[in-house]
């Protein structure tokens, strides 16, 4: 069973700081996505990084894929509220309609 | 109307009822997929449908139901379900790529099910 260990599962920082989350496993993905989800909405797809050490920005959110495709992280730069919610990553294992793997998610809160 | 829709937002139902959850996709896909999404666990992938087939099952218990007319909507049809049923349920679809190629999921907003 592939799993994807998110930490931290909780983070409450201050308007302005800046934060980095994890997203780990023992597993190899084919490509890993981050999804950020707001109370009462489905996940929206952030960012997909497909290529080991590959780096891809999104204004202010960096997100990198480790060399071996087993972890990712996210880089929050200046964090505002309309930051808060839940990100998830999830991990590709195959191609075609596999669905996906996912992770428990890092409850983020920025307050202002 | 655009991307994934779902209905209805919101159900509360009973363990002896029977009630179905819709879902219709406006991007053009040929694979759709429900999760469920309990707190304090990873969404789990429920049902898999490619090209209106099912392909996956995941060992779900025979109280869902799913059903594909279409590769535009989606059901999941549920009959005398546990407490422990009540969650959010999210539909997603997805182009389904060639094999070994990238698959992005578009999800919709969910069904906020509460089974009393």
Redo the contacts between chains.
Sequence with gaps: TQL?EQSPQFLSIQEGENLTVYCNSSSVF??L?W?RQEP??????LV?V?TGGEVKKLKRLTFQFGDARKDSSLHITAAQPGDTGLY?C?G?S????????????THLIIQP | ETG?T?TP?HLVMGMTNKKSLKCEQHLGH??M?W?KQSA????E?MF???LEER??NNSVPSRFSPECPNSSHLFLHLHTLQPEDSALY?C?S?P???????????????T?LTVL
């Design positions: 994807l084919s490509s996505q999804y009462g909405e489905g996940p929206v797809l997909t497909v998830l999830a590709e195959g191609g075609g309609a596999d669905g996906l793997t996912f992770g428990k998610g | 994934v779902q937002r040929n694979a997929y999760y304090k666990k990873p969404l992938l898999v449908y490619s392909v996956e999210l997603a997805s389904l790529p060639l094999a070994g190629g990238m698959d992005t999921q578009y999800f919709g907003p969910g906020r």
